[in-house]
């Protein structure tokens, strides 16, 4: 491990979080949605560049003309480059959440961390799903079973995260479809919560091994998964013409 990507100690997570919930730093993210955004910057067709993402957590590129967010950039370069190593190793990340409510067993919140997660891969410079479908030429036309694979298997290990956000309920009801109630309910969250961490690893792991082969650009323009349907809806797309689960 090189000196760039040693941990932050306990003391400099402490903080970090103490800078992030600076007055001067009004509109940053708190250190679990900071850590959640970085793993969707950090994997992607394309990692979402530092400055960018520094602005993203911090709020503001004005945040960075200040010593508190000064200070607070240092800390989270040195904790992504941390989070990156462990990512590259395969390892899942410990995820740094806070508890529902106060008392020593109370249990954690997820829906922050996966709510600053599904943003930045909003925020993607390119979306992750045109960018696996987005050469559907006739001599490519062999590579769509693969694609249509590859972004079946992104839903999947996205699913935890759609799940602990309360947007898989969402879309279910707004189809008229089944969701689980009660107990079988409360045992999905816990299957989504175990499951998450490695869920983080595999997506990143993923795009990673995209990244090394390569892809062939798209001229054309085409509606995002996460735009406004062109149909007129005022839903994204991806729940109105583009839902391919034929409802």
Not at 115 to 140: C, R
Not at 142 to 165: Q, W
Not at 200 to 221: L, M, Q
Request: with cysteine; charged share 35%.
């Amino acid at each position: 491990m090189t000196p760039s990507a040693i941990p932050l100690t306990d003391a400099e997570l402490d903080r970090l979080e103490e800078l992030l919930d600076d007055p001067a730093l009004e509109e940053a993210l708190r250190l679990d949605e900071a850590q959640g955004y970085l793993c969707a910057a950090l994997a992607g067709p394309r990692p979402m560049p530092p400055e960018r993402w520094l602005s993203d957590i911090l709020g503001s590129d004005e945040a960075l003309e200040q010593p508190v967010g000064l200070e607070a950039a240092g800390l989270l370069r040195r904790f992504a480059d941390a989070l990156e190593a462990d990512l590259n190793a395969g390892e899942p990340p410990t995820l740094l959440l806070y508890p529902l409510e106060e008392g020593d067993d109370a249990p954690s919140d997820y829906q922050p961390w996966c709510e600053a997660y599904l943003a930045a891969v909003d925020s993607a410079e390119e979306d992750w799903f045109d960018f696996l479908g987005e050469d559907d030429s006739e001599e490519n036309a062999e590579n769509s079973e693969e694609e249509h694979e590859e972004i079946a298997y992104l839903d999947e290990r996205l699913f935890p995260l759609m799940v602990l956000t309360g947007e898989a309920e969402s879309a279910a009801r707004e189809h008229g479809e089944p969701w689980p109630e009660g107990e079988e309910r409360e045992q999905m969250l816990a299957d989504c919560e175990d499951d998450l961490p490695q869920a983080v690893a595999d997506i990143y792991n993923f795009w990673r091994a995209k990244r090394s082969i390569g892809t062939v650009r798209r001229d054309a323009p085409k509606v995002g998964r996460n735009d406004e349907c062109p149909c007129g809806s005022g839903k994204k797309y991806k729940f109105c013409c583009g839902d391919e689960s034929g409802d």
